[in-house]
């Protein structure tokens, strides 16, 4: 078992920025992917920002050139950097990470809110 906490969310006005870390409880250097997912009231879970093992970060559309994914290995840790936060970013965001046998695991989700 894997437990992810995040942290950093809150309440931002359109055009603010926030910083979103998630702590794992294991080492992350031989998995295989950590990543941010968010989720809208009405919404689906969508893939905002994923990194791979070997540093391969993938964005959504929405998110690229605004959202920075990064991790610290040392300190099991991944984080997400916003900025140019708009209120349609405004989502529950969760960490999560995915082993090289396929196990899924979730954080318990921040909220982020942007205020226009």
């Known amino acids: 078992q894997v437990q992810l906490v995040e942290s950093g969310g809150g309440l931002v006005q359109a055009g603010g920025s926030l910083r979103l870390s998630c702590v794992a409880s294991?080492?992350?250097?031989?998995?295989?992917?950590m990543a941010w997912y968010r989720q809208a009231p009405g919404k689906q879970r969508e893939l905002v920002a994923g990194?791979?093992?070997?540093?391969?970060?993938n964005y959504v559309d929405t998110a690229k050139g605004r959202f920075t994914i990064s991790r610290d290995n040392a300190k099991n840790s991944v984080y997400l950097q916003m900025n140019s936060l708009k209120p349609e970013d405004t989502a529950v965001y969760y960490c999560?990470?995915?082993?090289?046998?396929?196990?899924?695991?979730w954080g318990q989700g921040t909220q982020v809110t942007v205020s226009s």
């Open positions: 999560n990470l995915v082993t090289y046998n396929s196990d899924y695991y």
């Open positions: 990194m791979t093992s070997g540093g391969s970060a």
């Open positions: 294991r080492s992350i250097f031989n998995i295989f992917r």
